[in-house]
């Protein structure tokens, strides 16, 4: 919704104060120009990634249209699916959970908390390090360690999509200069025309540069930013549930567990304490 706002905004300030100024809007049509640069952007992002890079890029951007799911509610709920597991371990044991694990659509546990078993990438996190404290003899430094590596691989693969969206709005000025570039020799090669024409011509040049400029400050480059802020979000929902995974295996209480995980979590999705125990109050209930 917030990309649309913007979008509108940028759209309404830079052609509407040209229109203002007393500029023609039909002159900023230039369809040469526009495929010029379009198509040189477009080819060089083909050029410049893999196929699996082009294929996560294009999946992810559709997401930035959308609101982000990362919200005090969800991290509510996933704190209280998280106090509800280490919970019933430390009142009926490790070897309880195991069902729970091996099919958590299934289990009484992760069934109370849809929201969560709807982000898949989360419950094979959580159930994958689950198991390891069920059947894995590791200890909490070795899995601090493999969790460690698993997130660094995540961020990895998710910082794709925003390298290639940067990587295309930085060259989509190059572009435009050489949209602008083509027209003015177009221009040089058409001297013997009136000047009226001449001018058409040069200013049918400066559209190129103009919409280089436009399409990657205004347009690409901004939604590069929006990716990258919703993988450090992502980021953080997992960093929660490694947090608090670690702090149980080295010996803290449910209550005191969830409390590390809450700890690391942005200002503006933190649910205070009280906020969190009345929830984990009312799934009880």
């Known amino acids: 919704m917030l990309v649309s706002v913007g979008y509108i905004v940028i759209i309404i300030s830079v052609f509407g104060g040209f229109a203002l100024a007393g500029g023609h809007l039909a002159s900023l049509w230039q369809p040469v120009e526009i495929l010029m640069i379009g198509g040189g952007a477009i080819g060089a992002f083909i050029v410049g990634n893999s196929g699996k890079a082009i294929k996560a890029t294009l999946k992810e951007l559709p997401n930035v249209m959308k609101e982000t799911k990362y919200n005090k509610a969800m991290y ?44 898949h990438h989360a419950i094979e996190f959580i159930t994958d390090y689950l198991r390891l404290m069920v059947g894995g003899n590791l200890n909490a430094m070795e899995i601090e360690n493999l969790m460690d590596s698993e997130l660094e691989t995540h961020h990895q693969e998710g910082h794709v999509p925003v390298h290639c969206m940067a990587k295309l709005g930085d060259g989509l000025p190059a572009f435009g200069i050489i949209a602008a570039v083509m027209g003015v020799v177009h221009t040089m090669e058409s001297v013997h025309l009136p000047p009226a024409e001449l001018g058409i011509l040069i200013a049918a040049a400066l559209v190129g540069t103009f919409l280089g400029i436009l399409l990657a400050y205004g347009f690409v480059s901004p939604l590069a930013d929006k990716l990258e802020h919703r993988l450090n979000e992502s980021s953080k929902f997992f960093e929660c549930i490694k947090i608090t995974l670690l702090a149980n295996l080295n010996g803290y209480s449910p209550v005191l567990a969830v409390e590390f995980g809450r700890k690391v979590l942005f200002t503006t999705e933190r649910p205070s304490f009280l906020e969190l125990e009345e929830h984990v109050k009312q799934k009880k209930s």
């Open 76 to 119: 509510m709920e996933l704190m209280t699916l998280l106090y509800d597991i280490l919970g019933k371990i430390r009142k009926e044991g490790l070897m309880s959970i195991e069902g729970d694990v091996d099919d958590p659509n299934n289990s009484p546990v992760f069934s109370k908390y849809p929201v969560i078993l709807e982000d």
